[in-house]
């Protein structure tokens, strides 16, 4: 099964150094990130600040690794790490993710322009 696992970043380098990390690892197939606002409590305070919204892809059977990496290398002293479920996932996709992570039979990408 698919996998979405999504988290913030206070900046562009933290993801991106977690994003290398997590695809080279295989422990995800593929890491979008993005600028945000990101409006929160924390210590009885409103924030209003930028941030980088993640969005880990990767298996059920990866997936467990891929939090443990996120929670250990994160930034914040409270990692957002929310999993979200693929319930419908085109087949040429899925079969490029399974074989992207962890367990998968293929080694690397094939034609990425025809996801």
């Not at 409006?39 to 997936?63: C, P, Q, R």
């Amino acid at each position: 099964m698919g996998i979405v696992i999504v988290s913030t970043y206070p900046d562009k380098k933290s993801i991106s150094t977690v994003a290398h990390i997590v695809v080279e690892k295989k422990l995800a197939a593929c890491v979008n990130y993005t600028k945000i606002n990101s409006v929160y409590t924390w210590k009885n305070k409103i924030h209003d600040t930028k941030e980088f919204l993640a969005l880990f892809k990767t298996t059920s059977g990866s997936k467990q690794k891929l939090k443990e990496t996120i929670a250990r290398s994160h930034p914040y002293k409270v990692p957002e790490i929310v999993e979200l479920k693929m319930d419908d996932v085109s087949l040429p996709y899925m079969k490029w993710l399974e074989d992207s992570t962890l367990g998968g039979k293929s080694k690397k990408r094939n034609n990425p322009s025809k996801r």
